[in-house]
């Protein structure tokens, strides 16, 4: 069984900073792909940024020179460093990534962390 732990999420000032972390554990052959989506209340789910397992990355268009990905393979741990916060930057932020665990890779979600921009 694979679980995915997020953590790091909080209330931050307008211009601050947070940095987020996955961790993915269990019965784990492979990580292959990993990113960050946000939900914000009200609107669909969508992507911020997705790192792959050579660590080509991609970032959407309102992150970028913002928000950095990360991963650390050793620890099958994702992290997003997010850099001059904004209001609309408020969501529930969760972590994907793909694994084998014996066999076809699959899908797994987190269970999402608040992020809280907020003078």
């Known amino acids: 069984q694979v679980q995915l732990v997020e953590s790091g999420g909080g209330l931050v000032q307008p211009g601050g900073s947070l940095r987020l972390s996955c961790a993915a554990s269990?019965?784990?052959?492979?990580?292959?792909?990993m990113s960050w989506y946000r939900q914000a209340p009200g609107k669909q789910r969508e992507l911020v940024a997705v790192i792959n397992r050579e660590g080509v990355i991609n970032y959407e268009d309102y992150v970028k020179g913002r928000f950095t990905i990360s991963r650390d393979n050793a620890k099958n741990t994702v992290y997003l460093q997010m850099n001059g916060l904004k209001p609309e930057d408020t969501a529930v932020y969760s972590c994907?990534?793909?694994?084998?665990?014996?066999?076809?890779?699959?899908?797994?979600w987190g269970q999402g962390t608040q992020v809280t921009v907020s003078s």
């Open positions: 994907k990534a793909t694994i084998s665990v014996w066999g076809a890779p699959d899908d797994y």
């Open positions: 269990g019965t784990i052959h492979a990580v292959y792909d």
